[in-house]
Nanobody, 121 residues
Framework: QVQLVESGGGLAQPGKSLRLSCAAS????????MNWVRQAPGKGLEWVAG????????YYTDSVKGRFTISRDNAKNTVYLQMNGLNPEDTALYYC??????????????WGKGTQVTVSS
């Protein structure tokens, strides 16, 4: 049974950092692309970042490039999203999602329940 459990969210001041974690079970993260997707209050889903199967290639939406870093620890079967330079526009519920392919963008078939990130002074 595939499960994705996000953690690490919380309240952060503008300019500060948070690291989100996504612990996977029921499959091996190194066999698939993984993604982070967010949903801000009152808005639709926004894809944030993706990493391919072997971790060699990473992809980001323009608004987070240079601030966010997606990575994986295959030994822990966990994916991370390091978020630096947070701003209020980053406030959202952040989801981890498993792609069905080895590169992100082909389709996210499993999702976690999300972790809330709130950026406010």
């Amino acid at each position: 049974q595939v499960q994705l459990v996000e953690s690490g969210g919380g309240l952060a001041q503008p300019g500060k950092s948070l690291r989100l974690s996504c612990a996977a079970s029921g499959f091996t993260v190194s066999d698939y692309a993984m993604n982070w997707v967010r949903q801000a209050p009152g808005k639709g889903l926004e894809w944030v970042a993706g990493i391919n199967r072997d971790g060699a290639d990473t992809y980001y939406t323009d608004s987070v490039k240079g601030r966010f870093t997606i990575s994986r620890d295959n030994a822990k079967n966990t994916v991370y999203l390091q978020m630096n330079g947070l701003n209020p526009e980053d406030t959202a519920l952040y989801y981890c999602a498993k792609d069905w392919s080895d590169y992100p963008g082909y389709g996210m078939e499993y999702w976690g329940k999300g972790t809330q990130v709130t950026v406010s002074s």
